[in-house]
């Protein structure tokens, strides 16, 4: 199955692409209610609607295909570190603590980019790429354990039950809101986390954060989040669907006994899990999707040097899509050793630029998801890159191994498209820089330990 979200007369949709069409999940449901029930509920809702006509591909704007609850992006690819540090460090060099674990970083959730969309970078002599291939989490699949999700193969409840003590699915509060507890709206009203309708010009529902309505409705001024209807679009957090109505449009069911799949996120809980094992861990992989982490290398090698980051040199976007494939299509690509052996390509203004085995990570996707749940969590919407891969994954590692900047920098009107093996391909345009305001230095301060007297 294909999961994506998309844009079609002005109106967000969500749902499935199938063969040429895009038909929207049963019951106005998202795909965040679609990722807090799993691949069980995406097979329940493909079940109900893959016979309908849909609307045409080629006439829909497609969008990220996840409002991600956070956006974890590793260093897995040791022939990328390689070439790297090259280029950085003036020698090519593998630090020992890089074997002991698949080291991460966060970014940014809220800089998200969909295909086809053009990047605005800051200013920066060294804009680059990075392709990657990213896992999405979502509820796990039923197991005869209940470790994680049930026994009866109802996504999200020890007991089997759906939804709360009287029956009814969703929240144990019945308050409206997301399963992901993201702001706004997935209606596209002006004020959305989705950012549509609306643009990098500050009106409502603009990717740039700038105020939405006068009205002090959530969404406006204030940074509140929602939507500038006033619709319920969960700044609470609380479990429930974008409809206003408690509960997941799909039905899916939730928990209102504490039981596993309650808010205590205990394992099969929609509100994440922690500790996974490498197995269990597995089972909330619900698909993967084409990630681009469009990086400023001048900007992050000076932020670096400080021991923090990468920050500004990599917070200004990173794009997704087309859409989420369902682990279970991939399946046929894991080899004995549980690697996922697709191939992975970028080209810049069509010129192949970079090749590679996604397999050729230090460590599989399982792993990558149970280290990142360690004494932490792990929820549905929860994105994991599996950083760069080599052989020309990106153009610092091509810098570092020519020693010089060849290919150059990428630079305004350049496209670059990637292409993933089960997946599809992520096209991305560079705009014009964006100049931001000046923060100035450091001053040097005393030190005192108390305030002078006036």
């Known amino acids: 199955m294909r999961i994506a979200r998309w844009s079609h007369e002005n109106i967000v949709g969500e749902g499935f692409v199938i063969d040429d069409r895009v038909v929207a999940f049963p019951e106005g449901a998202t795909v965040a209610d679609i990722l807090a029930g799993g691949r069980d509920a995406a097979h329940a809702a493909f079940g109900r609607v893959h016979g309908e006509a849909g ?61 086809d969309d053009v990047l605005q ?11 990657e291939v990213a896992v999405v989490i979502g509820a796990s699949t039923g197991s005869a354990t209940g470790e994680p999700g049930s026994a009866t193969g109802e996504p999200g409840s020890a007991t089997g039950e759906p ?46 954060g700038e105020p939405g309505s006068a009205t002090g409705e959530p969404g406006s001024a204030t940074g509140e989040p929602g939507s500038a209807t006033g619709e319920p679009g969960s700044a609470t957090g609380e479990p429930g669907s974008a409809t206003g109505e408690p509960g ?65 040199g990599k917070d200004f976007g990173t794009a997704l ?20 052996a697709i191939r992975a390509e970028v080209y810049i203004n069509g010129e192949l630029t970079g090749e590679d085995l996604v397999s050729n990570a230090g460590w599989p996707f399982p792993e990558f998801v149970a280290y990142a749940s360690r004494n932490s969590r792990v929820v549905p919407g929860d994105v994991l890159g599996s950083g760069t891969v080599g052989n020309g994954g990106c153009l610092g590692e091509l810098w570092g191994r020519n020693g010089g900047l060849v290919p150059p920098p990428l630079a305004e009107g350049d496209e670059v498209r990637m292409v993933v093996e089960g997946i599809g391909e992520l096209v991305g345009v560079v705009g014009a820089a964006v100049p931001a305001p000046v923060v100035p230095p450091a001053r040097p301060r005393p030190r005192l330990r108390r305030r002078e007297e006036q």
């Open 55 to 115: 609307t045409p591909l080629d006439s829909v704007r497609l969008l990220a295909p996840v409002v991600p609850a956070s956006v974890r992006d590793f260093v897995a690819f040791e022939e990328h570190v390689e070439g790297v540090s090259a280029g950085v460090e003036g020698k090519s060099h593998v630090a020992d603590e890089w074997y002991e674990a698949p080291t991460f970083y966060f970014t940014n959730p809220h800089t998200i980019l969909g295909p």
């Open 321 to 340: 899509g087309p859409w989420i494939v369902t682990a279970d299509e991939l399946e046929p690509y894991l080899d004995a050793d549980g690697f996922l």
């Open 121 to 131: 970078p800051p200013v920066t002599e060294r804009l680059d790429f990075e392709l």
């Open 248 to 312: 997941s449009a799909t039905g899916e069911p939730g928990s209102a006994t504490g039981e596993p799949g309650s808010a205590t996120g205990e394992p099969g809980s929609a509100t994440g899990w922690s500790n996974l094992t490498v197995e269990d861990a597995a089972s909330v992989i619900f698909g993967y999707t084409i990630m681009n982490d469009w990086s400023a290398r001048d900007l992050q090698g000076r932020e670096m040097k400080v021991r923090l980051g990468p920050a500004k």
């Open 163 to 208: 939804g709360s003590a009287t029956g009814e699915p969703g929240s144990a509060t019945g308050e409206p809101g997301s399963a992901t507890g993201e702001p706004g709206s997935a209606t596209g009203e002006p004020g959305s986390a989705t950012g549509e309708p609306g643009s990098a010009t500050g009106e409502p529902g603009s990717a740039t």
